[in-house]
């Protein structure tokens, strides 16, 4: 079974920075893409950020110029830069990841990382 685990959360001041990290285990496909998510009580969860295998790359509006997302292929792992952050970036972050393989496909999903900024 294929495990998803984030880490990297924490408290920090507006302005601050935190670096997030996905790792998905316990499957031998190829990660197709992985994205990070965020929620807060009474609010959908959002799309922040994702990454293809191909290196593509987008991220809503509302973190553009602050956050970056990459990934490392050999070690199963994406990370989630967030710089410049503010306190409407507080929430749960979720990563997902995506495997596809002769027009299949299955997501997974960890279990969130808080991250909460405030003064």
């Known amino acids: 079974q294929v495990q998803v685990v984030e880490s990297g959360g924490g408290l920090v001041q507006p302005g601050g920075s935190l670096r997030l990290s996905c790792t998905a285990s316990?499957?031998?496909?190829?990660?197709?893409?992985m994205g990070w998510y965020r929620q807060t009580p009474g609010k959908q969860r959002e799309l922040v950020a994702v990454i293809t295998s191909g290196g593509s790359t987008d991220f809503a509006d509302s973190v553009k110029g602050r956050f970056t997302i990459s990934k490392d292929n050999a070690k199963d792992t994406g990370f989630l830069q967030m710089n410049s952050l503010k306190p409407e970036d507080t929430a749960v972050y979720y990563c997902n990841v995506k495997y596809k393989i002769v027009g299949l496909e299955a997501n997974y999903w960890g279990q969130g990382t808080q991250v909460s900024v405030s003064s």
């Open positions: 316990g499957s031998t496909f190829s990660i197709s893409a």
